[in-house]
């Protein structure tokens, strides 16, 4: 059975294998939508279909909505050739449940799938058309946090960036720069109001998007590129609301290619393009969700609450968010990964199994991070921290690994364990002094650095914008030598842009360097140094 309109239309074949399909018309929708576009969303990875392309078939399914959503990849061209036009636009997601039941549903809900490349003339223009249109409500993101930065790890403008701010609209070739573009499409066309919606894993992501869209807003008024209103249009006439995203969405796991070439759908292997991402006709992820998004909308505001979006001030979202990024699920995340790669696991749900880091991450979450969450009022930190330790990161059934979540690491050190560190130092009633584990998983993260794991074999890091520049001083430390560990990983740890705060300052340098030089005293030296810290469950 292939995975495409026709094979839809196919019903018995679908129902016997329990898959629930789109309940509207998808010919119709796709026609409404091309006539009056109301949402698109740049960045066609898997969360994308497995959360906003979901919500949109929810509110279609309800009939609260009779346009999709149009999505369009500036990163990675592939996507949309192999994984979204090659299936009519169709996927699937398996949802993983932690009792090992699978919940299968087709998302019918992609109108449009489009590349953000000037070389593609049919789906710039058409990209150009949307942004013209004064239906467009909302266009989303999911391009991840690195997706927004303008700079290299110097603090530099990126290459193609300086290069764009110094061209018209029309010649940007970085992704920034093209989504500026668009927007000045929107500005020429009636200063049409618009909202710019950030639904990456990341603190403040609305006014990460608004300070890049307006650095570039900025460099091309200065340099007479644009009319000197340009700015003005994109500070006040665009909105950048805050958001929470949370929804695990691992890489196609071979089991569910298993189970859908068992039942006879076609096309089910793994695609790696030539930038690394692995793409699949289906999505599979976890069952626990949550969006909560700031109500601060320039041109109507989509329904998504009908569909178990949380509309909220941004007060709240920015409570939701830290409660979660900085406290009860990525600093755990971020925790198991380091340590799972030095320790040679595969799967994040077996390092659950793995007592030394299970005590780890119930200190960092309940003991050092709860004490500094404050409660958002819409959803309680003690339970969402109980439901990612009962449920989240033990499910068997979901195949990510500590490989993929350890990648970016240094983008993301700064909110996942600086924001407490800055609590504790803001705080009068509390020494940061006293935090243990923050300070052995950082220390964890500088071993994994060095990449051999606790055997002594080597190991492939993950990607990194810093890698180079980190490897290129922790490479002068060597196993079992801790002689000039003062004298390399200072470089490393007084970097206010990895940890939002240096972290000799704070006082936690030196016993970061401890950490670090009992998990270098050989093989077997990361076991013993958890076994010595994490040798009971709070």
């Known amino acids: 059975m292939k995975l495409d309109q026709n094979g839809l239309k196919n019903f018995e074949f679908w129902e016997e294998h329990a898959f629930e399909l789109p309940k509207y018309d998808i010919g119709k929708m796709i026609k409404h939508t091309k006539e009056k576009p109301e949402w698109l969303h740049f960045g066609a990875g898997n969360i994308f279909r497995a959360f906003p392309a979901v919500i949109c078939q929810e509110l279609l399914n309800k009939g609260i909505l009779n346009t999709g959503i149009i999505v369009a990849e500036g990163y990675d061209y592939e996507i949309i050739e192999k994984s979204y036009k090659k299936f009519e636009n169709l996927s699937i997601l398996v949802t993983l449940k932690a009792d090992g039941t699978l919940e299968k549903k087709v998302i019918g809900s992609i109108a449009e799938s489009l590349c953000v490349d000037r070389n593609n003339l049919n789906d710039f223009n058409r990209l150009k058309e949307i942004f013209r249109a004064k239906t467009l409500k909302m266009v989303s993101f999911t391009i991840t946090e690195k997706g927004y930065s303008l700079k290299n790890g110097n603090g530099e403008f990126l290459k193609d960036v300086d290069n764009d701010f110094k061209n018209e609209p029309t010649k940007a070739t970085s992704y920034i720069g093209k989504l500026t573009a668009l927007c000045y499409e929107r500005f020429k066309n009636g200063r049409l109001p618009l909202t710019l919606a950030s639904m990456d894993n990341c603190s403040h992501n609305g006014t990460k998007l608004e300070n890049a869209i307006t650095t570039f807003a900025k460099y091309w008024t200065e340099n007479e590129m644009v009319e000197a209103e340009f700015l003005t249009y994109v500070t006040q006439n665009l909105s950048y609301p805050w958001s929470m995203i949370d929804k695990i969405t691992p890489r196609p796991a071979e089991s569910v290619i298993k189970m859908l070439s068992e039942i006879g759908i076609e096309d089910t292997e793994v695609i ?9 006709p289906f999505v599979n992820a976890e ?24 509309y909220a001030d941004k007060e709240t979202v920015d409570k939701v968010e830290k409660m979660k990024v900085c406290t009860c699920l990525n600093p755990l995340h971020t925790a198991l990964a380091i340590y799972g790669c030095l320790l040679s696991y595969n799967k994040i749900s077996d390092e659950m199994k793995d007592n030394e880091l299970v005590t780890l991450i119930e200190n960092i979450g309940y003991v050092e991070g709860l004490p500094v969450v ?12 109980d439901e990612v330790m009962k449920v989240r990161l033990p499910n068997p059934f979901m195949p990510d690994t500590p490989q993929r979540i350890v990648c970016d690491t240094s ?26 584990f923050i300070p052995l998983a950082i220390a964890g993260w500088c071993r994994y650095l060095m990449a051999i794991d606790d055997a002594g074999n080597s190991f492939e890091l993950s990607p990194d914008p810093m890698l180079k520049s980190l490897t290129n001083i922790i490479k002068n430390i060597k196993m079992s030598e801790t002689k000039n560990v003062h004298e390399y990983l200072p470089l490393i740890l007084c970097n206010e842009s990895i940890f939002g705060v240096n972290l000799y300052e704070v006082g936690l340098g030196a016993r970061i360097e401890d950490y670090f030089k009992e998990l270098i005293n050989g093989e077997g030296a990361v076991r013993l140094t958890l076994k010595k810290y994490c040798n009971s469950k709070i």
Do not use: C, H, W
């Not at 790696?272 to 699949?280: E, F, H, L, V």
């Not at 626990?288 to 109500?295: G, K, N, S, T």
């Open 374 to 385: 404050v409660d958002p009022g819409i959803m309680s930190p003690k339970d969402f921290i």
């Open 272 to 280: 790696m393009t030539s930038k690394n991402t692995y793409i699949a």
């Open 287 to 310: 069952q626990p969700q949550y969006l909560v998004i700031e109500d601060n909308f320039k041109n109507g505001r989509l329904p998504l609450d009908k569909a178990g979006v949380i």
């Open 411 to 436: 983008q993301k050190l700064g909110v996942r364990f600086g924001e407490t560190i800055k609590a504790y130092i803001n705080n009068t009633d509390l020494d940061v002094k006293n935090l243990t």
